[in-house]
């Protein structure tokens, strides 16, 4: 197997999950503003009412266009799945340049003729390769929905542009520091700080300069389909190789394994670890802290935009149908808005509860389960005491989102109570759990396909719900859909039999993962 099969291996299934949905999403979008407005009297006026709110624009980009189809599509979907790609590649980028060194597989490619520089080239060319196959699928399914097809191609062009320039930032961060999971947060805080200047500039119509300073920002200046222009793909295309440069530049001027700006200094602890659940506690901390630092933000936004969404609602009776078929319940309120955006963190928290059982069988192909394990902790005991950390991280995160929602609410003169935000958030928690417990099931009992099982299932799930609802499928289609069950609290009262069903569901499962991971042997790589 030469070199570029092998980092292909470890980028495809990520790279075609990610297409796929990036062409559901597409084709979904064309299909629903078509069917919410069918006529230009009802786009005109759709795209009067969202030039009057600044916080969409901050939120979902500049309104051109929004009046057709591919103007709509491109505000709509565009930056949002340009960061989408982008986050996705650089963890990518991070897992197969930075992790490989973690694990010791690039000594072994470095063992061969193969220099540095060209596995790094290598390597960026294959994440770039993933790029392109997500650029093909997003120009396919605007083609195939009616659009231009000079226009779908640019269309494909903008969303992979977050691709290959944060996967070229984490090239970067992966020779400066010595960690995937540092180099994977330092090129994260870039993605997010471009994404604030974006919102920054398109919220205000005094900072629509800092635009320029952001990828993002020249990515949606592309208007694939309003006003067409090469000139910011040019912009992106020199960054990016610029970034490749220097990252193979550092590469040559460091060893194997280390980091250019040398390991972390720990302080010493005042009290050592004595177990599984306090080790398996101080490695989560760090994911935790991030994930919760954007969930915070995120829910912030949706409760500050709670104001502006209810007047919008009001005033696009045809958007509020298409959330009612999708939903089941209205958003023309502060608390039916707020229900509805809790459904959205159901789907991040089961996402979460998923990356827990991932991260389990990464510690197991990487062998560092042996280790414990051959220390003197029973197999059970590990696999548990990830369980409980696992629980208490989310019961943690469906807190910190209902205090953001409830902060960001309150914030823009929203009249929404803390006890509703957290009834609302921890609402959403069995559903949460229902999908972790899958993710358990698999990895005990198919441990290579714990990923396909823990993002999968939930992407799956949320998809039935969104196309199914949105195209009128039968009642049973949409019930196959854990999220469908979820009653709409605070707008109503919980569904307290949904909730125990999935409970139940989630406790089977997690115990027959836990029997079936006892009675396999561990599964390296």
């Not at 960061?83 to 490619?109: F, H, K, M, N």
């Not at 220099?115 to 770039?128: F, H």
């Not at 609410?409 to 417990?437: H, I, M």
Request: glycine share 12%; hydrophobic share 55%; aromatic share 8%.
């Amino acid at each position: 197997m030469n070199l570029t099969r092998f980092a292909w291996r470890q980028v495809w299934r990520g790279a075609l999950i990610w297409a796929a949905v990036a062409a559901i999403v597409v084709a979904s979008g064309i299909a629903a503003f078509e069917s919410a407005y069918p006529t230009a009297a009802s786009r005109e006026a759709f795209a009067r009412s969202i030039a009057r709110l600044p916080a969409f624009q901050a939120l979902y980009g500049r309104t051109i266009g929004v009046d057709t189809v591919g103007g709509f599509v491109t505000w709509r979907y565009g930056d949002l799945m340009t960061v989408v790609v982008g986050l996705w590649a650089l963890l990518a980028a991070t897992r197969i340049l930075r992790g490989d060194e973690e694990t010791g597989r690039a000594e072994s490619l470095l063992g061969g003729a193969a220099s540095p520089r060209r596995v790094l080239l290598t390597e960026l060319c294959v994440v770039g390769a993933g790029c392109g196959l997500v650029f093909l699928a997003v120009a396919l399914a605007a083609g195939v929905g009616g659009l231009p097809l000079g226009g779908s191609l640019l269309f494909g062009s903008l969303v992979a542009t977050g691709g290959v320039v944060f996967g070229a930032v984490a090239a970067v961060t992966s020779q400066l520091v010595d960690t995937r999971r540092r180099a994977a947060g330092w090129a994260g805080a870039v993605l997010g700080a471009s994404y604030l200047l974006r919102a920054l500039a398109d919220g205000s119509s005094d900072l629509h300069w800092l635009g320029w300073l952001t990828p993002l920002g020249w990515a949606e200046r592309i208007e694939p389909f309003t006003g067409p222009s090469l000139v910011p793909i040019a912009a992106v295309a020199a960054l990016s190789a610029v970034l490749v440069g220097a990252a193979a530049f550092l590469r040559e001027r460091r060893d194997t394994g280390a980091g250019l700006l040398g390991a972390r200094q720990h302080r010493r602890r005042v009290r050592p670890i004595r177990s599984t659940l306090a080790l398996d506690w101080s490695l989560s901390t760090g994911a935790l802290v991030a994930w919760s630092s954007g969930v915070a933000i995120a829910m912030f936004v949706m409760g500050y935009l709670t104001r502006d969404i209810v007047r919008f609602a009001h005033d696009n009776p045809a958007i509020e149908d298409q959330i009612t078929k999708i939903y089941g319940y209205s958003m023309n309120s502060a608390v039916g808005f707020l229900s509805l955006a809790f459904g959205v963190v159901a789907l991040v928290l089961a996402v979460f509860a998923g990356a827990q059982m991932v991260s389990a069988r990464e510690e197991e192909a990487a062998g560092r389960t042996d280790t414990v394990v051959v220390a003197g902790t029973s197999r059970a005991r590990w696999l548990v005491a990830r369980i409980a950390v696992a629980l208490v991280a989310i019961a943690a995160l469906a807190l910190v989102a209902a205090l953001g929602a409830w902060a960001g609410a309150n914030v823009s003169g929203a009249s929404v109570g803390f006890v509703d935000a957290v009834e609302a958030s921890f609402n959403v928690v069995p559903a949460a759990l229902l999908f972790g417990g899958l993710a358990v099931l698999a990895f005990g009992a198919l441990p290579r396909a714990t990923t396909y099982v823990a993002f999968g299932a939930a992407a799956v799930a949320y998809l039935i719900q969104v196309v199914a609802g949105l195209s009128g499928a039968p009642g049973w289609l949409i019930d196959l859909s854990p999220f469908s069950h979820l009653a709409p609290v605070p707008a109503t009262p919980v569904n307290t039999g949904a909730m125990l069903v999935m409970l139940a569901v989630a406790l089977a499962a997690s115990a027959l993962g836990l029997a079936a991971f006892r009675r396999r042997d561990l599964a390296s790589g």
